[in-house]
């Protein structure tokens, strides 16, 4: 792409669930804003992160990481990428595919930095949601032919519907992208929370597929920040080039590599299932109350709430939550389920939001 045509304003920062820092969290006991596994990392993956020598420079290539990923997965390691979470792989794939107005298309609602990442380097970004009484994918078919996009992005299962993709969806666009001379990304970091993941990559070594695998969901990595990206091999070459130096550190590829572990996987699969059952008692006990909930294919749930209740909430009863109005879903909050032991206080203090304000007993004026 021309330098010189870049956004001369970079796009406002995407609004991100999770603590505040400082002053403005300390009411915060109990934040359900994202979608971080709440089980916590498995112990063999921590010891591993926390053994990591910090002194050192790390791997700039992650060979290890990517070599682990790929004996995994059963794929070439040229085709994988290891970084400090998608939010670190995406601009340089972004980067590497895109010139000044070419267009991505991406199934909405969506995580907020693809369209981000597209407006920095001042490409399109044409959103297409959903509509029930069309097939989602004959609209994105559509908007390839019509929109003619380098990059077509799916997020399966999606953030913040949570809603499943079948593998004969995704192969049924990636496909169709090809055909247009496009490639498909699809964002996988919440497929471990499905009743039946579809495992990593979803359509291994698609020629016009980017599959993007953040560990710091379900792995529970937020902080150490870790993802996978598995494409062809010319197109992992073209993003390395656009990337930092070292931008996967030695903890974060310590713990990629101790995720592939039996006892790591054993942990996830455990706790992501105990999430899934967790959700539906979350889910029954809302209803119970009264409380308007959508289910999704995932361990969160949306929840009818206004952005002033989920203030109230925060505030109250030191629950935090995302509210959607920057996905234009006005009214619904994401609520990731709780562990068992605070689910009946979430469910209360959620109940109390919709309960009728009570007014205070008319006692009339002595005259
Ligand atoms: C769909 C999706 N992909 C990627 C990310 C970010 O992942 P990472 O922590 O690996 O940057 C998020 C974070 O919320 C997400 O919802």
Redesign the pocket.
Known sequence: MNPGNRTPVAPELVP?GGPRGGRADSHVRLDLS??VNPFGAAPAVLAQARAADLSAYPDPTSFEARHTAACAWKRPVEEIAFGA????LLPALFSAMLADNDAVVVAAPA?G?YARAAHLLGARCVHVRRRSHVPRTSRLMAALRRFRPKLMVV?APG?PLGDGWSVEELALLASTAEAQRCLLVI?Q??DAFLDQPIGDPALPGHPAVVH?R?L?KDFAL?GV???FATAPAPLITAMERWRAPWAASAPAQAAAIASFSPDAQAHCLASTRALRRGVTTFARALREQGVGVRDTAVHWLLCRMSNAQAHRLEQQAGIRVRTLDDHLMMGLVRVVVPLPHHCAEVVAAIADLHRPARTPPFTPEPI
Do not use: M, Q
């Not at 979470?85 to 670190?88: D, L």
């Open positions: 991100h994202t979608n979470g998608v939010s670190e995580y930095e997020i953030n964002d970091s919440y993007l953040s710091t937020a920040r870790a993802a």
